[in-house]
């Protein structure tokens, strides 16, 4: 497998159904909308905000954006840090770091919130660059441009790189520049919806990522 390994936020490494779930009702609740639908507000996590608030309720670019940015209050003062580290996630990366593999988090999540988080369930010292989204909500939301920034800001070839992602996003964001690709059951994604978007390899627990990164 390829030495240098980026690696999905959300679904991938940490799951953050709770964070992201009340971070979505606080700000539907700026435009009195009230959402009990579980499985609706789970649909936020992995593509950016402004497409899920589009898509999911009909809200126009303008509104979607003013979403967005009422989600980063609730998220930016307890959303980011109600969610758990999935278990085994550290044993991994270090065990990934000592053999000389180079990870690269490359996520759609706001760069800063990204670094806050890997700082405090203690996994930023695993990772040699952190990639992410601009916080206005505008710049590098979309997966492959996340991807394209984290592959100039480390200077790796595609080639030599591969993704580990748990959504169709991370897959076809990657294979924009011919990276080799693993999706990941335990997240959010669907094996259905990652073969469809090209996953080179399926693994439905840790224990296989680990065979697959390692080999």
């Known amino acids: ?13 940490t799951d953050p159904a709770e964070g992201i779930t009340r971070s979505v009702l606080y700000a539907l609740s700026r435009f009195g909308i009230r959402e009990s639908d579980r499985e609706r507000l789970l649909s936020f996590i992995g593509p950016p905000l402004t497409d899920s608030f589009r898509e999911h309720y009909g809200f126009s670019p303008e509104k979607a954006l003013e979403a967005a940015m009422a989600f980063q209050e609730y ?10 580290v999935y278990e085994g996630v550290d044993l991994l990366l270090s065990e ?6 180079c990870l690269v988090l490359a996520t759609s999540k706001p760069e800063p919130f990204a670094v ?15 990639c992410g989204a601009e916080t ?12 394209h920034y984290a592959l100039e800001k480390s200077g790796f ?5 591969v993704m580990v992602g748990d ?5 076809l964001g990657a294979k924009c520049f011919g990276m080799a690709t693993v999706g990941v ?30 080999s």
């Open 96 to 101: 990934l770091t000592r053999r000389g593999k």
């Open 75 to 84: 998220f930016v003062k307890k959303g980011m840090l109600e969610n758990r």
């Open 167 to 171: 959504r169709k996003y991370d897959i």
């Open 1 to 13: 497998m390829r030495k240098n390994i980026f690696f999905d936020l959300d679904g991938t490494l």
């Open 136 to 147: 206005d909500e505008k710049t590098r939301m979309k997966k492959e441009d996340v991807i």
């Open 185 to 214: 059951l335990y997240g959010y994604g669907s094996a259905e919806e990652l073969k469809e978007a090209g996953a080179d390899v399926l693994c439905r627990d840790l224990l296989e990522l680990k065979e697959v990164l390692f």
């Open 116 to 130: 806050k988080i890997l700082e405090h369930f203690r996994l930023r010292e695993y990772f040699s660059y952190v």
């Open 157 to 161: 070839s595609p080639e030599d790189c």
